[in-house]
């Protein structure tokens, strides 16, 4: 069995937001949707004060709050652990983004762009289906097969990765198999302390986070 | 544990409240239809019924992103409640009219079972929101129920009254018990709330709600609704409707903040500290063995 999960070295993290960009470049979002986003938290008080900053998206849960609600079936699971959206089937109720407890899902009403008219860059990555469904992070999954398509790893290959993952400058974003002992996502979990958020609501989120320090 | 973020969720608005303040209110005054009295009441309460879970449906259908494809709700009726609510409202609707046009109390009846499991569907919609904390105590079923039946009974009432046809004792009684359950499961609910250490605004919000709505929503349709069964026969009629009215709105207003005001979201966190391969310490649980299917095992300094 596979499950893609995705790790995220808060640890590392710098904050710069490259992740979020190539996420928007890369799946062509329109403005306010961040499937991936970096929060800027701020820890402690004067003079212990810290900064953290913390990849937040779908985590592709093992089970999905979301995908229990979704009335249309147009959210799934796939056997890897992706959980995706079927934009033609998705008829917008939104139940699914109030289920979720890790604000991962948008729905956009009407066609919007950065700058009033669309930019050639827009029009390319313009997907019609989109506009009033639920959407959120897919993990690349298109990458993904078509790069697993060609023999190659997920979360090793960079032509099968998130962009995500591809984009991150202080290699902070890690993804790949959980259920492989030798992947990158395994060791890193097995060798570092880690957390999941929202752990007690028992959706088993399929994104860990790296943090060495007994704060929380 | 360090919590932030936990914003009024944006997505269910006015529209989606429609649905439960309508659907609620229709939903269990369709299953006190056949209790209305004549027959003529008994019709007239299952086409009012009926109108307002069409209402309040009519309102998730105007929120909804791709309207045309509203069918689609019928598709998972294997674990969503809104696919569940669908169905029960169409048998509702199909029994209710059937009964009507074949005058048959049989199905009058089956139909009043599904108007009391539309209401069950909605709280349990509310329940399976796990992102939205205010929503997804167990108590919040209750709440709903009690809350449409009040709302259903107030309806009744004030219905009877203005057709002057009298209320009668045992509804009168009914509402009074609806209103007092709903304030049971009103303190039930809001004590779940701080137990699951809901957000700070949700409970705020509920606690200056709180005097309002035992206020005018329990002791005030209380007091009238119960005061009319001994009160002159001139008085009675407008004291019934007056506590049936509070009875209404208050349980309107509190739906609509819940779902409009009261809906902050979970919000992020950061977890307890973990270590070791996560699937070895699922597998060691399971099979009581550390290291399990080649996975690392536990590191030292596991804080388990």
Known sequence: MTRYAMVADLRRCVGCQTCTAACKLTNSTPPGVQWRKVLDVEMGEYPNAERVFVPVGCQHCSDPPCLDVCPSTATRKRDDGIVTIDYDICIGCAYCAVACPYQARYKVEKPAFAYGKSTPQEDAGFDEARIGVAQKCNFCVDRIDDGKAKGLTPGVDPD???????????????????????????QLLAENQWFQMHEELGTDPGFYYLWDKEKL | MIRFARTLQRHWDWRAAGNFVFGGTGGMLLALAPFAGSDTAAMLATLAALALVGTGLLCVWLEIGRPWRALNVF????????????????????????????????????????????VYCQGRILMASRGV??????????????????????????ALVLQADGVPTWLAWLLAAAVLARAFAWARYRAALVRDDAPAAA?????????????????????????????????APPAAFFGAICALLAGWWFKFVLVTRASQLQGYA??????GHPLARSRTAKQGRPGAAGFPEVLPGDNR
């Open chain 1, 160 to 186: 099968a990765s998130p962009a995500c993952v591809n984009s991150c400058i202080a290699n902070a974003l890690s993804f790949g198999d959980i259920e492989d002992p030798d992947s990158n996502v395994s």
């Open chain 2, 75 to 118: 598709r998972h009726p294997q674990r969503s409640w809104m696919t569940r609510e669908a169905f029960v409202a169409t048998v509702a609707f199909v029994l209710a009219l059937s009964g009507l046009v074949l005058r048959s109390p049989a199905l009058s009846w089956i139909a009043a079972a599904f108007g009391v499991a539309f």
């Open chain 2, 133 to 158: 904390p205010s929503w997804r105590p167990k108590e919040v079923v209750p709440l709903v129920l009690s809350t449409g039946l009040s709302e259903g009974s107030a309806v009744l009432v004030a």
């Open chain 2, 203 to 235: 409970i705020a919000l509920m606690q200056r709600m709180h005097p309002w709505l035992l206020a005018g929503g329990t002791a005030v349709p209380l007091v009238s609704v119960v005061g009319a069964l001994f009160a002159p026969a001139d008085v």
């Open chain 2, 270 to 275: 950061f977890g307890k500290l973990r270590s």
